[in-house]
Structures are given as structure tokens and as C-alpha cells.
């Protein structure tokens, strides 16, 4: 079943400034909170590429169940796309849990899995929930070349902390004013950089290849990591947390059909499975929405 796809290609920049002044979906669906209409599951996907697989996936495995799906996809950061959610202009987002509580609460502690999808129920608005997560994790990271790491003998994040200020990051801009971020890496482990370079996260690794930063904020999935043998510093206080695929949902606007759909996904999803469907996303340059559903029929969910 293909329903509308409708790619919002608004610069990251621009997105943001919207999130602040004018409603980006306000011409298109009335500033409502009606989701799609007449019955219809909107879901969205944030900037990179992995978020446009998982809303693929998540997105036709509803359809496989006769739900009809529409599809927002590339909206941008979480800093635009949770004002959505929350007033119904979309109805399904694949996210990360550690993440979803680190935007909700800033103060809230890094835990477990379970402890974790207990403090985001407690902090989200009455209209949402977030449904059962996946064992498939995603954590940000702070991650070097392994000539970097050979050079300054960095292994860990606690290693960045007398020698950072030699050193540039790379990151999306939000990563620059988030606790899971540059905030929290300055207040976790007293490291501060010669400098933060803001850039699209398609153009972090070939930044690195090319020494215009020393480090980059990569996702722990990303397969250029393996690829490029590139080295993720550990994070001994645990700063970035649990951060398993976890639907958050518009409640009013999914039915038992579409929650059983979400969770079969949640069920079947693993890091090691998402992390090779990334690699044929991102480094053979398949189509998402073709590679999600070969793996939805493979676990026999389409």
C-alpha cells in the first residue's frame, strides 16, 4: 500500500526558527491537532537518515495491517518536531528514549531502560505516551579517528578533558546546547573544546576523514563508524543513557490495530539488525522505504 510521502526539504536553520515563531505545518493542516484526518496515522521522521528508516519501518508495518498511513518525513531536530506530536499534527514518532526524557526533563537522571521509560510517561503531557520500546539502541556518541585517539591516547571521555581544547567538535546544531551534548559533556567531564562546528550530520564524517574537526557527534549505529574504523569514546558516566527505539504516540489518534503494529516492530527490532539496515541505507545508497519493507517481510510483518 503507498500512500503520500511528503518530504518537508526546509533547511535545518530555518526549521529551527520555526519552532519559535511560525507553525511549519500550519498552511498545510489548519494548526489543528488532527492529525492526517478521517482516521489517518501521521508519521514523522527527524533529519537523518536513520529516523527516515525507522518511520519506513514502524509506518509500513501499520499498513500491513490495513491502517492508513501518511508519512512527514526530514522535519528536523527535536526542538521542532515534538510541538507536533504533542499538538497532533502528527500521530506516530519513532524515538529514542534517554533522548525523549533528556528533552522533557533536563535534570532527570540516566538509568536503565525501564527506569528510564518511567520518567518520560511521568514527564509527558496527558496526550501522548510512548508505547514498548526496542531492544535496538542509539545512543549519540563522541567519536574520533583512531589516529586521534592514538594521538592524544583517548579511549574515553574522561580522556578528553586535558586535551580538548586542542580540539574541534563536530555536531548538528542542537547537539551544542543540549545536556546530552556539549553541555553535558562540559558538566559530566569538565570538557570544553577549542570549538563547536555546527554541521548536517550527512557531513560529519567526511569532516573528520578530512581533519576540519577531531571529533564528531555520531550515532553509536552509524556504519560509517565500522567502515572508516573510526573509534567511540566511551562513556563511563553514562552521560548519553538508555537510548532504545521507543513509538511516541499521539493517544487519541492510534487504535489497538496501529499500537499492536508499533509494538511487533519493537519486538523484532535489534542495534545489530538496525545498524545493517543503516549500512544499506547510508553506504549502498538503497532507498529506506525499500529497504524497510524487505525486513518487515523477512520477520514476517508485511
Same mark, same amino acid.
Given at each position: 500500500?503507498?500512500?503520500?510521502?511528503?518530504?518537508?526539504?526546509?533547511?535545518?536553520? $530555518?526549521?529551527?526558527?520555526?519552532?519559535?515563531?511560525?507553525?511549519?505545518?500550519?498552511?498545510?493542516?489548519?494548526?489543528?491537532? @488532527?492529525?492526517?484526518?478521517?482516521? %489517518?496515522?501521521?508519521?514523522?521522521?527527524?533529519? =537523518?537518515?536513520?529516523? %527516515?528508516?525507522?518511520?519506513?519501518?514502524?509506518?509500513?508495518?501499520?499498513?500491513?495491517?490495513? #491502517?492508513?498511513?501518511?508519512?512527514?518525513?526530514?522535519?528536523?531536530?527535536?526542538?521542532?518536531?515534538?510541538?507536533?506530536?504533542?499538538?497532533? *499534527?502528527?500521530?506516530?514518532?519513532?524515538?529514542?528514549?534517554?533522548? %525523549?526524557?533528556?528533552?522533557?526533563?533536563?535534570?532527570?537522571?540516566?538509568?536503565?531502560?525501564?527506569?528510564? *521509560?518511567? $520518567?518520560?510517561?511521568? /514527564?509527558?503531557?496527558?496526550?501522548?505516551?510512548?508505547?514498548?520500546?526496542?531492544?535496538?539502541?542509539?545512543?549519540?556518541?563522541?567519536? #574520533? &579517528?583512531?589516529?586521534?585517539?592514538?594521538?592524544?591516547?583517548? /579511549?574515553?571521555? &574522561?580522556?578528553?578533558?586535558? #586535551?580538548?581544547?586542542?580540539?574541534?567538535?563536530?555536531?548538528?546544531?542542537? =547537539? @551544542?546546547?543540549?545536556?546530552?551534548?556539549? #553541555?553535558?559533556?562540559? @558538566?559530566?567531564?569538565?570538557?570544553? =573544546?577549542?570549538?563547536?562546528?555546527?554541521?548536517?550530520?550527512?557531513?560529519?564524517?567526511?569532516?573528520?576523514?578530512?581533519?576540519?574537526?577531531?571529533?564528531?557527534?555520531?550515532?553509536? &549505529?552509524?556504519?560509517?563508524?565500522?567502515?572508516?574504523?573510526?573509534?567511540?569514546?566511551?562513556?563511563?558516566? *553514562? $552521560?548519553?543513557?538508555?537510548? *532504545?527505539?521507543?513509538?511516541?504516540?499521539?493517544?487519541?489518534?492510534?487504535?489497538?490495530? /496501529?499500537?499492536?503494529?508499533?509494538?511487533?516492530?519493537?519486538?523484532? $527490532?535489534?542495534?545489530?539488525?538496525? &545498524?545493517?539496515?543503516?549500512?544499506?541505507?547510508?553506504?549502498?545508497?538503497?532507498?529506506?522505504?525499500?529497504?524497510?519493507? @524487505?525486513?518487515?517481510?523477512?520477520?514476517?510483518? /508485511?
Amino acid at each position: 500500500m503507498h500512500k503520500r510521502i511528503a518530504l518537508i526539504g526546509l533547511p535545518l536553520a $530555518l526549521m529551527v526558527s520555526a519552532c519559535g515563531g511560525s507553525d511549519p505545518y500550519q498552511e498545510e493542516s489548519g494548526g489543528g491537532g @488532527e492529525g492526517g484526518g478521517d482516521g %489517518t496515522v501521521v508519521i514523522g521522521s527527524a533529519d =537523518f537518515p536513520e529516523s %527516515t528508516l525507522l518511520a519506513q519501518i514502524y509506518g509500513r508495518a501499520m499498513e500491513a495491517q490495513g #491502517v492508513d498511513v501518511d508519512y512527514q518525513l526530514n522535519i528536523g531536530s527535536r526542538e521542532v518536531y515534538y510541538s507536533q506530536i504533542e499538538s497532533g *499534527n502528527l500521530s506516530v514518532f519513532p524515538e529514542y528514549n534517554g533522548a %525523549t526524557l533528556a528533552y522533557l526533563d533536563e535534570d532527570a537522571p540516566t538509568g536503565s531502560s525501564e527506569e528510564t *521509560n518511567a $520518567l518520560v510517561e511521568e /514527564a509527558l503531557p496527558d496526550s501522548l505516551e510512548i508505547l514498548e520500546s526496542s531492544s535496538a539502541e542509539n545512543k549519540d556518541s563522541v567519536t #574520533v &579517528t583512531s589516529e586521534v585517539a592514538e594521538e592524544y591516547g583517548l /579511549a574515553s571521555l &574522561t580522556d578528553l578533558a586535558d #586535551v580538548a581544547d586542542e580540539l574541534v567538535l563536530g555536531g548538528p546544531p542542537e =547537539f @551544542e546546547t543540549r545536556h546530552q551534548g556539549v #553541555v553535558g559533556l562540559e @558538566e559530566v567531564y569538565g570538557i570544553e =573544546f577549542q570549538e563547536f562546528r555546527s554541521l548536517e550530520v550527512a557531513l560529519l564524517t567526511q569532516a573528520l576523514l578530512d581533519g576540519d574537526i577531531q571529533a564528531a557527534n555520531l550515532f553509536t &549505529t552509524d556504519p560509517q563508524i565500522a567502515v572508516e574504523d573510526f573509534v567511540v569514546l566511551e562513556d563511563p558516566e *553514562n $552521560l548519553f543513557g538508555a537510548q *532504545n527505539i521507543t513509538p511516541l504516540v499521539h493517544s487519541d489518534q492510534v487504535d489497538d490495530t /496501529a499500537r499492536e503494529a508499533l509494538d511487533s516492530v519493537s519486538a523484532a $527490532l535489534t542495534t545489530e539488525a538496525l &545498524t545493517a539496515l543503516n549500512e544499506r541505507v547510508v553506504v549502498d545508497n538503497e532507498d529506506a522505504a525499500d529497504v524497510a519493507q @524487505e525486513w518487515l517481510e523477512e520477520e514476517g510483518l /508485511a
